[in-house]
């Protein structure tokens, strides 16, 4: 069978065979554990990746014992877990009723040993957060916005650095002060400058910024649905794909623009699974401020088609933090694309809340 697109892509990123840097000819073939699952048994098999000599080497993929397990046109399912390939029978299986019934049976077993494996992480850390709770209000390690964040990875043993890796072995940590209608940090991401009409961070603030107090700057938020006091507003092109900053300054229109496919790959590399921890608004004793973590939203697996909804109606939005420091540098700290408290569940499927205290 034909390997496409998405195939590769999947077994790539799960670390099982790279299409891309595999030689052709059978001597290069890669043969991976495998089994055809059914209703009743794990059929043991193995998958053959190869690159054939003929047909400008297209990317193959074959199962051991498939013609005995399908039909022409059936559609299969392959799960990477544990170093094997699990392929299931979709046209053929109720997948549902298999889950849901009352037997067990090899698609529920792997599924239920693939959320064990999930949940092992994340009710270790639950666990590190409620006695961290039951300490009561911790102080602030410094006096920044950024403290509540600093203050718990410091508490869970978390290096600060700028890694774009979740924080928690695999999962994302977003501390925050709980304020009504506050936004949420989604993930950093700069313009595509080599299509971008702008080209620096620079260019931006020299363009938009202003004097506040002895600071150059451009500390704003942009939506898609109202322009700023800078004139600045986001739009979407949905036929090239891409998101769009612009200007209301004729000569300057459109400035910077970001592909959609980048900023989907931030979010799902970002928030394949996070914990959202809320603090109750900052306690100040002996003018030190202090934290009370309290409550933790667990969500998982983002819906992408969402995200670009979202922005089109305002409730994702970007921030620009650029700042020319004293020695006249310029300092980004974004752009931050954020969201808005109550439209978390929109992007996210039903996730769960804990109760910290």
């Not at 059914?38 to 993929?61: C, F, N, Q």
């Not at 989604?186 to 595509?192: D, E, H, R």
């Not at 980004?332 to 499927?349: C, D, H, Q, R, W």
Request: glycine letters at 6%; one cysteine or more.
């Amino acid at each position: 069978m034909d390997a496409t697109g998405i195939v590769r892509n999947y077994l790539k990123n799960k670390g099982i065979h790279d299409y891309f840097i595999q030689r052709q000819g059978t001597e290069y073939k890669n043969l991976v554990d495998s089994y055809l699952l059914s209703e009743e048994k794990a059929i043991p098999s193995v998958a053959s990746l190869y690159r054939p000599v003929t047909k400008h080497g297209d990317p193959r993929i074959w199962f051991k014992n498939l013609g005995n397990y399908s039909k022409p046109s059936d559609i299969l399912g392959i799960i990477a877990y544990g170093n094997k390939l699990h392929v299931i029978n979709i046209t053929q299986i109720d997948i549902q009723k298999q889950l849901t019934g009352s037997q067990n049976n090899p698609i529920k077993e792997l599924i239920e040993d693939i959320r064990n494996v999930s949940n092992f992480i994340s009710n270790e850390l639950l666990l590190l957060l409620q006695n961290i709770a039951n300490r009561g209000p911790i102080p602030g390690m410094l006096k920044a916005d950024t403290s509540i964040g600093r203050t718990l990875e410091t508490l869970l043993g978390i290096n600060i650095n700028s890694s774009k890796k979740p924080d928690y072995k695999g999962i994302e940590l977003k501390a925050y002060r709980d304020k009504r209608d506050n936004r949420k940090n989604l993930f950093a991401q700069v313009p595509n400058w080599s299509i971008s009409k702008f080209k620096s961070s620079e260019e931006i603030l020299d363009t938009f910024g202003y004097h506040r107090g002895t600071d150059f700057k451009l500390y704003c938020t942009v939506s898609a649905i109202v322009r700023n006091s800078q004139g600045l507003a986001l739009k979407m092109n949905s036929d090239l794909q891409l998101l769009i900053e612009n200007s209301n300054n004729d000569k300057i229109g459109d400035f910077v623009s970001w592909t959609l496919d980048i900023l989907h790959k931030r979010l799902l590399e970002k928030h394949a699974e996070t914990f959202w921890i809320a603090a109750n608004p900052s306690i100040d004793l002996n003018g030190i401020e202090h934290f009370q973590y309290k409550k933790v939203l667990h969500t998982k697996r983002p819906i992408i088609s969402q995200f670009d909804i979202l922005l089109e109606q305002g409730l994702i939005t970007l921030d620009h933090l650029i700042k020319r420091n004293k020695d006249g540098k310029v300092a980004e700290k974004g752009p931050l694309f954020k969201i808005k408290s109550n439209a978390v569940n929109l992007l996210f499927p039903p996730s769960q809340t804990y109760n910290l205290i």
